[in-house]
Each structure stands twice: as C-alpha cells, then as structure tokens.
C-alpha cells in the first residue's frame, strides 16, 4: 500500500518562507516522478512543481523563481521549499506520486499566507 504523508502546512506572513515535506511509503520511489499540486477554495487542483527521478524539474509559471523542488531518495521524501510567499499562494498542498502507470497522492496540508 503506498501511501504519501505531507508535513510542513501552516499560517506564513507574507514574503516569508515556508518548507513542505512529504514521506513515502514505497519501494518504488526513486523511480517516480514526484510533485506538488494545490488547490485553493473554489479553484481547480494546479500544478505547482514536479521532479523527475534523475532531477529534472519543470514549474508553474506563477511560482518560478519563488519556489524550489527537490527529493532525497534515500529518504523516500519529496520537499517544496517556498520563498517569498504571496497570499494567492494560500491553498492546500498535495504530494504527488506517478509510477508504474499508477497516481498516488496525500492527504494534502493547508498553508495559509496572511498577516
């Protein structure tokens, strides 16, 4: 069973910085290609970032510049570094895992950016 657990949500002040984590549970994680997503009230679920299994990663435009993806394989864990943050970034925060022909996500963890 694989399962993805997100840590990290919070309440952050504007142009501050916040990380997301996120741990999985599977043994196929070096080869996944990982992501964040997000979804705030009444809008549709984005893509914010994803990386690939050998590093490559690829952003949303609204985002780029601010926020930075990696992974640590031997940790099974898929971070979200964000900078700067803008309260049109207020939203819940999915982890993302596609491999195998299979799409697991989290639970999702809430950030709120406000003052």
């Known amino acids: 069973q694989v399962q993805l657990v997100e840590f990290g949500g919070g309440l952050v002040q504007p142009g501050g910085s916040h990380r997301l984590s996120c741990a999985a549970s599977?043994?196929?994680?070096?080869?996944?290609?990982m992501g964040w997503y997000r979804q705030a009230p009444g809008k549709q679920r984005e893509l914010v970032a994803v990386i690939a299994p050998g590093g490559s990663t690829n952003y949303a435009d609204s985002v780029k510049g601010r926020f930075s993806i990696s992974r640590d394989n031997a940790k099974n864990t898929v971070y979200l570094q964000m900078n700067n943050l803008k309260p049109e970034d207020t939203a819940v925060y999915y982890c993302?895992?596609?491999?195998?022909?299979?799409?697991?996500w989290g639970q999702g963890t809430q950030v709120t950016v406000s003052s």
């Open positions: 993302n895992a596609q491999a195998l022909a299979r799409n697991y």
């Open positions: 599977m043994g196929i994680f070096s080869i996944s290609l």
